[in-house]
């Protein structure tokens, strides 16, 4: 590589142009097809207007409302999972499957722990995801607990935050970097947007070091549907069977001779309240897939 073509990476994307961050620290918008596939996290290398893209580490997709699917990021490390007191079931261990299906560590970030009842909830989640992921509790309006968050992040990583609506993501962005500035509680914001208004993707350094990407879209409509395989491989609390594995490699725990699962189950290592949630989840994966197939199949 010569010093002419100096490496880049793309922080930010505006539909029609994306900001390109050199390794010498200049910056420079370059204008891109509308299709072009570029996104954020993407490293290229800029000759003249043309983007030649690097091979990717990772790629996080998600599904819009309508069912299609789009790249949200490329070469993150990490997941952040944002949850709150009354948080809808399943979605923490859907998003988990999501990430290690993505080659992403997941981990868990548990907000408004200033509200009454936290405790409990935390108990709860520890008991269940400890062996999993590492877990941390805050507080986005108090501020508080964000040392070991900002800790993580900085282990030179990359990350980005999934989680309901109002579970506080605009406000948890705003304390780790605060030149993002995202209006908080603003449920509304980007769904009365006309077609033509571009989200905008953006990547930022924190100062503690890390870097965090934002994608509106993403933040509250979530990821791609996971598939039965990824589930039966990645479901939060059956690592145990990694060590004693199923006889099957594409074993789905429900009533093949020699799982692991269903034994360690029987022996009480697995709770059995985990693995009717996985049941539940599974029951579910499987009738989307079956329904797109069929959808497929009509087409
Ligand atoms: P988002 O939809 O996930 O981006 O959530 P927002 O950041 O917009 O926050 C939704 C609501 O939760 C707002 O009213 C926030 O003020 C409130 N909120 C956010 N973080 C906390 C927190 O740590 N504690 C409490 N009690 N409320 C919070
Ligand atoms: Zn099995």
Redesign the pocket.
Known sequence: MNSFTPNGLIVAHHGISVEVLYDNGQRRMVRVKRNSGHVVGDNVIVTGEVLKRLPRRTELRRRDARGSVHLVAANLDVLGI?V?PLSPGGFIDRAIVAAQSAKLQPFLVV?????DGTAELLAELSRVYKGSVPIFP?????RSGFAPLEEFLSEGHRGAFV?T????????LNVLCPDID?K????SLYKGMGRHTTTVSTLHALSTGGELVDTPGF??FGLVDITVEELAEYFPGFENHRDVACKFRNCRHRTEPGCAVLSLVEQQRIPAERYETYMTILKEVESLQAAARSRDWKN
């Open positions: 944002v709150a907000n408004k722990c200033d509200l805050i507080s986005a309006v108090e989680g609506t109002g579970v506080g993501k605009s406000s948890l995202l908080v509680g603003s449920l933040r509250d």
